[in-house]
């Protein structure tokens, strides 16, 4: 617990040596590992922060905290919990708990993957990869679908590809920009906090759901 202190500390206050500690840097890594698996793979999840944290990393490998080598970790993370809902997909999807994990999924990114799936087929895989909640709900519904596993595999380490490694090339791109050089602290700021905010706001609005639904069940009784 107090090396996860260490570490907001020294995030908060861009202490950059502290962050290039061996042991931090491995914590970070993992964090964001974990973070992607779950993001990709879990509908209760889905509200983690995907696209800023790998704009994050970018920015860490710039800046000499993670190593370059962490980008084929964050492609197999991603990989591996999209194959995840995948799974789930397939094994549960006539089955009671199916339908309950995918109440938790807004309509209207329900009838995205829907359509998506019926414009393009399998190949909009790539496409969901940059549609928050979507790339979580696309593989679980996929799984359902019964598609072969083997095309979808292929398609995921794909999109996978094409979604890590874009995002943080920009990261790592912005962080030589003149402007982030001259303003680094506010564009530290930015980067680090805006993961922050978007988790903190996912998790309210997972909640406020939560509250709306089970008063418009005592409603209905």
């Known amino acids: 617990m107090e090396q996860f202190y260490q570490l907001a500390h020294a995030f908060m206050h861009h202490d950059l040596t502290t962050l290039s500690d061996p042991k931090m ?6 964090v964001i590992l974990a973070f992607l698996v779950l993001e990709n793979g879990f509908i209760p999840t889905a509200f983690l922060p995907g696209d800023s944290l790998l704009l994050l990393t970018g920015v860490l490998i710039n ?3 993670l190593s370059i080598g962490i980008v084929p970790l964050l492609i ?8 995840f809902g995948y799974m789930q997909g397939r094994f549960l999807g006539h089955t009671q708990l199916y339908h309950r994990l995918m109440s938790h999924v807004e309509d209207r990114h329900k009838e995205k ?4 799936l ?3 087929g399998i190949l909009t ?16 519904i996929v799984g359902a679908t019964e598609l072969p596993q083997g095309r979808f595999l292929i398609v995921n380490l794909v999109s996978s590809i094409m979604w890590i490694c874009p995002l943080v090339g920009i990261g790592y791109y912005l962080s030589h920009t003149k402007l982030a050089a001259e303003y680094q602290s506010q564009f530290l700021n930015i980067i680090i906090y805006l993961p922050v905010v978007l988790l903190v706001g996912g998790m309210v609005a997972l ?14 009784k």
């Open 25 to 30: 840097a491995l914590m970070i890594c993992g």
């Open 63 to 65: 800046k000499e905290v």
């Open 76 to 83: 197999i993370a991603t990989f591996v919990g999209t194959w």
């Open 113 to 116: 993957v829907y359509y998506l």
């Open 118 to 120: 019926d414009k393009y």
């Open 125 to 140: 895989l790539i496409t969901a990869r940059y549609i928050a909640f979507v790339r979580t709900a696309y593989p679980y």
């Open 207 to 220: 909640i406020w759901r939560w509250i709306s639904k089970r008063k418009g069940a005592q409603v209905n």
